[in-house]
């Protein structure tokens, strides 16, 4: 189902807890939500539609993939870019990204992987696994 999309800097900062098996319908809902803007966002953190669990959707070139609990385990090659976000009012921001990022996740399925991931991909990656943090760009 497709969700409201949540504003609210206080709320935003917010770590978010673990998810688990009871957190299936987020993913989709958030999934559902992705879909509904993708003409302007190419992913999203489940607390951006008032969630706070640790569940991100997002564009892995050309396709929707979930995560439930991403962690980045490995990063290298630092460099400074701009972002914006759905959430967040004004203009892009200068943020820090890392061009190639290990990511250990669960499946929808809560089969654990670690993936590699670089450029576009990665830094779309590391700014929703920063929503799952608390952190605003």
Not at 60 to 81: C, D, F, K
Not at 110 to 124: E, H, Y
């Amino acid at each position: 189902m497709v969700k409201e999309l949540m504003h609210d800097p206080v709320f935003l900062a917010q770590k978010s807890e673990p998810a688990t098996k009871d957190d299936l319908q987020t993913a989709q809902d958030l999934l559902d939500t992705l879909t509904a803007h993708k003409e302007t966002c190419v992913g999203m953190a489940a607390n951006m539609i008032g969630v706070c669990r640790r569940v991100i959707a997002f564009d892995n070139e050309g396709t929707y993939m979930v995560m439930l609990n991403p962690e980045i385990v490995r990063q290298s090659g630092a460099y400074e870019t701009e972002e914006g976000c759905l959430s967040l009012l004004g203009g892009p921001r200068k943020t820090k990204r890392y061009q190639k990022i290990k990511v250990q996740y669960q499946t929808t399925e809560l089969q654990t992987r670690l993936k590699t991931f670089t450029g576009w991909t990665a830094q779309i990656i590391q700014h929703e696994i920063d929503h799952c943090n608390g952190v605003l760009i």
